[in-house]
């Protein structure tokens, strides 16, 4: 079932959001070249104890860490390691969330370490972006899951990829209802298959994670002996950007987003509902 919200449950989830935005503006900042993936964990802890929030990724079914950290091939669930440093030319997916109040805030980016990347990366990045807020922008009152899953697969079909070919949208994972667990129903697929019909009708209240993952290839995964790192399984790199939004009387809320998504969705028209926490 699917757990709707009151707009005084949005708003701690607001508060949770908040603290998953601080802590990707600090990662973002770390994501330098020479810097392990265990330090931005460190980075991560940090935040959490200043807002006095806790992890919700640490101990997840056993996942060692505070924050997924995704380098190049690997589309999600990288864990944090000193082994692995990044440098110049990386590209490195950011996926953390936070609890406060029993309730859940999950968002992810995707980070260029120093400089010199390709153009197909570069764009690779911003239509995965891209298709998230297009999802975004379909989580309107009347409207189905199945919608929101059309707007991004649509998104990213129209966008012509460098070089030719299409993009993968990676079949094996997606986005989510969010709430008193990070994991809840429904589950959203970034792409329209028919045979799961159209899914609930989107009401006040109702809050997911849209989390588009895109490689420059396959669309397909293999997971590693870790029992967690995702890779593409023909080595092409990925890109993976989600946000954790709140839909309401008045429109959608974008709970991870520091301005609540309100400069994005107005590139599609939309306008987003006030700020519970101002």
Same mark, same amino acid.
């Given at each position: 079932?699917?757990?709707?919200?009151?707009?005084?449950?949005?708003?701690?989830?607001?508060?949770?959001?908040?603290?998953?935005? #601080? &802590?990707?503006?600090?990662? +973002?900042?770390?994501?330098? !070249? =020479?810097?392990?993936?265990?330090?931005?964990? %460190?980075?991560?802890?940090?935040?959490?104890?200043?807002?006095?929030?806790?992890?919700?990724?640490?101990?997840?079914?056993?996942?060692?860490?505070?924050?997924?950290?995704?380098?190049?091939?690997?589309?999600?669930?990288?864990?944090?390691?000193?082994?692995?440093?990044?440098?110049?030319?990386?590209?490195?997916?950011?996926?953390?969330?936070?609890?406060?109040?029993?309730?859940?805030?999950?968002?992810?980016?995707?980070?260029?370490?120093?400089?010199?990347?390709?153009?197909?990366?570069?764009?690779?990045?911003?239509?995965?972006?891209?298709?998230?807020?297009?999802?975004?922008?379909?989580?309107?009152?009347?409207?189905?899951?199945?919608?929101?899953?059309? #707007? &991004?697969?649509?998104?990213? +079909?129209?966008?012509?990829? !460098? =070089?030719?070919?299409?993009?993968?949208?990676? %079949?094996?994972?997606?986005?989510?209802?969010?709430?008193?667990?990070?994991?809840?129903?429904?589950?959203?697929?970034?792409?329209?298959?028919?045979?799961?019909?159209?899914?609930?009708?989107?009401?006040?209240?109702?809050?997911?994670?849209?989390?588009?993952?895109?490689?420059?290839?396959?669309?397909?995964?293999?997971?590693?002996?870790?029992?967690?790192?995702?890779?593409?399984?023909?080595?092409?790199?990925?890109?993976?950007?989600?946000?954790?939004?709140?839909?309401?009387?008045?429109?959608?809320?974008?709970?991870?987003?520091?301005?609540?998504?309100?400069?994005?969705?107005?590139?599609?028209?939309?306008?987003?509902?006030?700020?519970?926490?101002?």
């Amino acid at each position: 079932m699917v757990q709707i919200k009151t707009p005084e449950q949005i708003a701690r989830m607001r508060a949770a959001g908040l603290v998953v935005a #601080a &802590i990707h503006a600090a990662t +973002r900042e770390a994501a330098v !070249p =020479g810097a392990s993936t265990k330090d931005l964990d %460190e980075v991560a802890r940090k935040v959490l104890a200043e807002h006095g929030a806790k992890s919700n990724f640490l101990g997840y079914g056993g996942f060692p860490a505070t924050i997924c950290t995704s380098v190049n091939d690997v589309v999600v669930h990288g864990i944090p390691s000193e082994d692995v440093v990044l440098k110049d030319g990386d590209i490195i997916s950011i996926d953390c969330g936070a609890i406060v109040d029993g309730w859940h805030g999950d968002a992810a980016y995707t980070a260029f370490v120093g400089s010199g990347h390709a153009p197909e990366l570069v764009e690779l990045s911003r239509v995965t972006e891209g298709s998230m807020w297009a999802g975004i922008a379909a989580m309107k009152l009347g409207n189905r899951l199945v919608d929101i899953s059309r #707007a &991004i697969e649509t998104y990213i +079909r129209r966008q012509p990829k !460098p =070089g030719g070919g299409r993009y993968g949208i990676i %079949e094996d994972y997606g986005g989510h209802g969010i709430g008193t667990e990070m994991h809840m129903d429904p589950h959203l697929l970034n792409y329209v298959e028919r045979r799961r019909g159209k899914g609930p009708k989107l009401v006040p209240g109702f809050c997911l994670a849209i989390e588009p993952m895109v490689s420059l290839g396959t669309p397909r995964t293999e997971v590693l002996e870790d029992d967690w790192t995702v890779i593409t399984t023909d080595g092409t790199w990925s890109s993976h950007w989600e946000h954790s939004v709140a839909l309401t009387e008045e429109g959608p809320l974008v709970l991870t987003a520091v301005d609540g998504g309100k400069a994005k969705l107005a590139e599609f028209g939309v306008t987003t509902a006030p700020d519970p926490l101002g």
